[in-house]
């Protein structure tokens, strides 16, 4: 079962939230399911999490969140992308489908997104976890790389293929063939006339971006009261040292890795991915608030 709802985020906008697989049954009367609400980076797209809400739905309500700009969410041309719009967003999708107090996961930006929603509202937010995002300022110099590397896109694409091949091969930001991530970016493409292209616009990616990557976030990493997973994958952008330091600023923080694993940790090694996150989320999969009614979107 796959099923979309609704949601209306900040400034009205609209968003598409998914379930990509049934809930598990009430186990009492009234007794709801901890729920679960996963935010992907940049460019991604809730459906990037359909494998993991499959094996989340055995205990969990696991809803899936395309967020501003992205998927099947309204591309506002003149926005707004910014942190504020994106926190607003989450806050607003959390409280339309009654799933507080809800553990977040988040990748990359979406992770951004997930603690700076915790530390503004501890109410809405059980646990995080949050997979390899730097809390560091990446500076000037990463921006002006993106744009480098969105222009060197050779777009359209003229079949799904050639885009797993150039993602997964091609793509000078490849350092050896990784046919997931060729997935991971034929997920984001849709047919036009003239061929692939993707769902998103890079000028807005590029916006979304800008309003983060010159400033460094662990004033409101230290702010996050539940307890936090920091995963990273081996061969990823965040490093130990640097995840070892957000755990010990996080007042309640925890590390995991996963070996064999670049950024894309959820699609490059999806069985150490749940062997890493499984454990974290069954300490919480009792809800101790169970009498709270869903809000209709």
Not at 100 to 123: C, E, F, I, N, Y
Not at 204 to 220: C, F, G, I, N, P
Not at 226 to 239: H, I, T, Y
Request: net charge negative; charged share 30%; aromatic share 10%.
């Amino acid at each position: 079962m796959v099923r979309r709802i609704d949601v209306t985020g900040s400034d009205g906008v609209r968003l598409a939230a998914w379930e990509f697989a049934d809930p598990p049954k009430e186990r009492t009367e009234g007794e709801r399911a901890p729920a679960v609400l996963l935010l992907h980076g940049l460019m991604g797209r809730a459906s990037h999490w359909a494998s993991t809400t499959r094996w989340l739905a055995e205990r969990h309500r696991a809803v899936g969140l395309d967020q501003r700009g992205h998927g099947r969410s309204e591309k506002p041309a003149e926005g707004p992308y910014t942190r504020e719009a994106y926190v607003a967003d989450a806050e607003a999708a959390i409280e339309q489908l009654g799933l507080a107090p809800v553990t977040v996961v988040g990748h990359s930006m979406g992770a951004l997104t997930a603690w700076q929603l915790a530390a503004k509202r501890p109410d809405l937010v059980r646990a995080l976890v949050i997979c390899d995002m730097r809390a560091s300022a990446l500076g000037a110099a990463s921006q002006r790389e993106w744009e480098d590397w969105f222009t060197s896109w050779p777009v359209p694409f003229a079949t799904l293929s050639d885009v797993r091949k150039w993602f997964g091969e091609d793509d000078p930001w490849v350092e050896r063939p990784n046919p997931a991530r060729g997935d991971f970016f034929a997920e984001v493409m849709a047919e036009r006339a003239d061929g692939w292209r993707p769902v998103f616009s890079r000028r807005q990616m590029l916006r979304s971006r800008a309003t983060w990557v010159y400033d460094a976030h662990w004033e409101e990493l230290a702010q996050v009261r539940c307890p936090a997973l920091v995963l990273r994958g081996l061969d990823g952008e965040l490093g130990r040292a640097e995840a070892q330091e957000m755990v010990r600023v996080l007042p309640r923080g925890q590390y995991a890795e996963v070996a064999d694993a670049g950024h894309l940790v959820h699609y490059d090694q999806p069985d150490g991915w749940r062997a890493a996150v499984e454990p974290f989320l069954e300490e919480f999969a009792e809800d101790p608030r169970n009498d709270r009614e869903p809000v209709s979107p």
